[in-house]
Nanobody
Framework: QVQLVDSGGGLVQPGGSLRLSCAGS????????MYWFRQAPGKERELVAG?????????YYADSVKGRFTISRDNAKNTVYLQMNSLKPEDTAVYHC????????????????WGQGTQVTVSS
């Protein structure tokens, strides 16, 4: 069973940057594709980005963040990152990392594992 710990959120002005981290333990990190989801108050949970099993694996992004966010992973450190640039107020949400054995999922599944979430607030 994998345990995930999210960190790196905070308050940032529009146009600013943040880097989120998700540290994994208790399982074989390389067995899981990794994803970042976000959920804003009153909105449905959104899949933001995904990366396949390798440290330089395939990636994909929601249209809403394409060109601004970059997902990466360091399997030697059991960590996945989300670099967020050019942040907008509409990026405000709780961000969760998520591990799943499957690649290119469109929604979370019972076979996956969640981080506890980290709050990102974009405001002037």
């Amino acid at each position: 069973q994998v345990q995930l710990v999210d960190s790196g959120g905070g308050l940032v002005q529009p146009g600013g940057s943040l880097r989120l981290s998700c540290a994994g333990s208790g399982g074989t990190f390389t067995s899981y594709a990794m994803y970042w989801f976000r959920q804003a108050p009153g909105k449905e949970r959104e899949l933001v980005a995904g990366i396949s099993w390798r440290s330089e694996g395939s990636t994909y992004y929601a249209d809403s963040v394409k060109g601004r966010f970059t997902i990466s992973r360091d399997n030697a450190k059991n960590t996945v990152y989300l670099q967020m640039n050019s942040l907008k107020p509409e990026d405000t949400a709780v961000y969760h990392c998520y591990a799943d054995p499957a690649w290119r999922i469109t929604q979370a599944r019972p076979t996956g594992y969640w981080g506890q979430g980290t709050q990102v607030t974009v405001s002037s």
